[in-house]
């Protein structure tokens, strides 16, 4: 049995992964993390499904990695950027769903793999991977004349913007056409009049309700636009995602994968 590690447990997505823990033969729940004055805390992690699970929620990381296998973090960056120091020093994996990270934060990510299996993706469901590759793809058809546009929707608490999966679909666009994401002219609309360059990327960011995750991708030609679009209506998709990539990590001592080595995508 995998002994799992849920950070970010009285969360949204907290909540999912606690459910899909619960319903998989193979995974057990070792520890439940929160964040330092949470009101969960000292509570029984099963107690908002009815159950008695004997892990009690504490925002304790050391003790809680103790004998884990793999700590799942849905957090915020601070938050991940402790967890992944703490998972290092354990010798436990990560998967890494939090999104807004720096580039800064990015690198110690990166760095922390070459000691420590680590699956980070901002997006962990199947539809999302597969859109990325399509995009990829899209992109390196369409690669003159087109403008790309990014379309995001989320529910009014998500705190990043545009979302980590936008950002990551923005790559994918950049890759498509031969160049990173830095190296692109990002076309930002806020306090802008005028024509758009050709051959931007934009951004656009919607916030409202109860929103899972829109993300649309346009190729906007002279005469004709493509466009691409996922939309998720539960976030249990993310949450198994994620439970998938963590059994993923169980033979993986070391090294930086997403959800396409996860799922065997060709890259
Ligand atoms: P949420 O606000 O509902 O939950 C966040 C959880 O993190 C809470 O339990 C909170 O107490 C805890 N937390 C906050 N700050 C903390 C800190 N400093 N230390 C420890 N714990 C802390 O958010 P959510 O909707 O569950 O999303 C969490 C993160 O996951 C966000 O970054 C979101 O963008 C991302 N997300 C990723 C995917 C994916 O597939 N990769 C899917 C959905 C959400």
Excluded: W
Excluded at 148 to 163: F, L, T, Y
Aim: charged share 20%; with cysteine.
């Amino acid at each position: 049995m995998l002994k799992v590690v849920i950070a970010g447990v009285s969360g949204r997505m907290g909540h999912a992964l606690l459910d899909g823990v619960f319903s998989d033969n193979g995974l057990q729940l070792h520890a439940a993390l929160d964040r330092a004055g949470s009101p969960m805390l000292g509570r029984d992690a099963g107690e908002q499904f009815g159950k008695v699970t004997g892990v009690k929620i504490t925002s304790d990381v050391a003790p809680a990695l103790q004998g884990a296998d793999v700590l799942v973090d849905f957090t915020r960056p601070e938050a991940s950027m402790q967890y992944l120091q703490a998972c290092q020093q354990a010798n436990v994996k990560l998967v890494i769903g939090t999104t807004g990270f720096s580039e800064a934060e990015k690198s110690a990510i990166t760095a922390a793999a070459r000691h420590v299996g680590i699956v980070f993706a901002p997006n962990m469901s199947v539809g999302v991977t597969l859109l990325i590759n399509l995009v990829e793809q899209a992109a390196r058809v369409l690669n003159e004349g087109y403008d790309i546009e990014v379309v995001e929707m989320h529910h009014r608490h998500k705190v990043d913007a545009p979302s980590g999966t936008a950002l990551r679909l923005g790559e994918a666009a950049a890759k498509g056409i031969d160049k990173a994401l830095k190296d692109c002219a990002v076309y930002a609309r806020e306090g802008v009049t005028g024509e758009r360059e050709a051959g931007t990327i934009g951004f656009a960011t919607m916030r409202g309700g109860d929103v899972v995750g829109d993300h649309t991708v346009v190729l906007a030609g002279v005469g004709e636009r493509v466009e691409l679009t996922h939309k998720a209506s539960s976030r249990a998709t993310f949450a198994q995602g994620a439970l998938r990539a963590a059994k993923f990590l169980a033979d993986k001592p070391s090294g930086l994968f997403d959800m396409r080595d996860v799922l065997g995508f060709a890259k």
